[in-house]
């Protein structure tokens, strides 16, 4: 069974910088093909992507945003971590994590559950 | 950045009605083409992908189609468990995963 988990602080303050985990199980991040994206989604908006990591370590970004993302693996501990600097309220939504399995050209087919990040003084 | 409309943005429909949500690319995207439903409060799970392949368990009523810029997902029957929000989404290039703004079904 595939299951993703995001992790991380629900409340940051503005400029501070975000570290979100996403903690993955039933599969490898080392398996050609498999990929792991960060989307996020603001209360009552649309979904956002911002940024993918495949099995061979490469990595993309939403453009607008790539100056602040960084996306990394840890193959051996089934992790994918995000972090975003300088957060901003606009940046107040939930983020999930998802899978891919046919390179990053294919559709998310297990999502986490999300977490809800806030951020505000 | 190839841009994706839906339409409607919201519709309601009856039980048992055929319900048809457009997708519409600003540029040709071949078949790269998933949809997305979000039932209030929960995750988004795939229904279908390639533009019309239906991920496996999801219900026969769903089908998808087109190619190019233009897109369906079409319920047959619409059920009361169908209500949702829908997102298509493109990615056909993994530097501009893009999202529709999503149609809001109610019955």
């Known amino acids: 069974q595939v299951t993703l988990r995001e992790s991380g602080p629900a409340l940051v303050k503005p400029k501070q910088t975000l570290t979100l985990t996403c903690t993955f199980s039933?599969?490898?991040?080392?398996?050609?093909?498999?990929?792991v994206s960060w989307i996020r989604q603001p209360p009552g908006k649309a979904l956002e992507w911002l940024a993918l990591?495949?099995?061979?370590?490469?990595?993309y970004y939403r453009s607008s945003l790539k100056t602040r993302l960084t996306i990394s693996k840890n193959t051996s501990k089934n992790q994918v971590v995000l972090t975003i600097t300088n957060m901003d309220p606009v940046d107040t939504a939930t983020y999930y994590c998802?899978?891919?399995?046919?390179?990053?050209?294919?559709?998310?087919?297990?999502w986490g559950q999300g977490t809800l990040v806030t951020v505000s003084s | 950045d190839i841009q994706m409309t839906q339409s409607p943005s919201s519709l309601s429909a009856s039980v048992g009605d055929r319900v048809t949500i457009t997708c519409r690319a600003s540029?040709?995207?071949?078949?790269?083409l998933a949809w997305y439903q979000q039932k209030p409060g929960k995750v988004p799970e795939l229904l279908i992908y390639?533009?019309?392949t239906l991920q496996s368990g999801v219900p026969s009523r769903f089908s998808g189609s087109g190619s190019g810029t233009d897109f369906t997902l079409t319920i047959s029957s619409l059920q009361p468990e169908d209500v949702a929000t829908y997102y298509c989404?493109?990615?056909?290039?993994?530097?501009?995963?893009?999202f529709g703004q999503g149609t809001r079904l109610e019955i």
């Open positions: 540029q040709g995207i071949s078949n790269y």
């Open positions: 998802a899978r891919a399995t046919d390179g990053p050209y294919d559709a998310f087919d297990v």
């Open positions: 039933g599969f490898s991040l080392s398996t050609t093909g498999m990929c």
């Open positions: 990591i495949d099995w061979d370590d490469d990595k």
């Open positions: 390639a533009a019309s």
């Open positions: 989404q493109k990615y056909n290039s993994a530097l501009s995963i893009t």
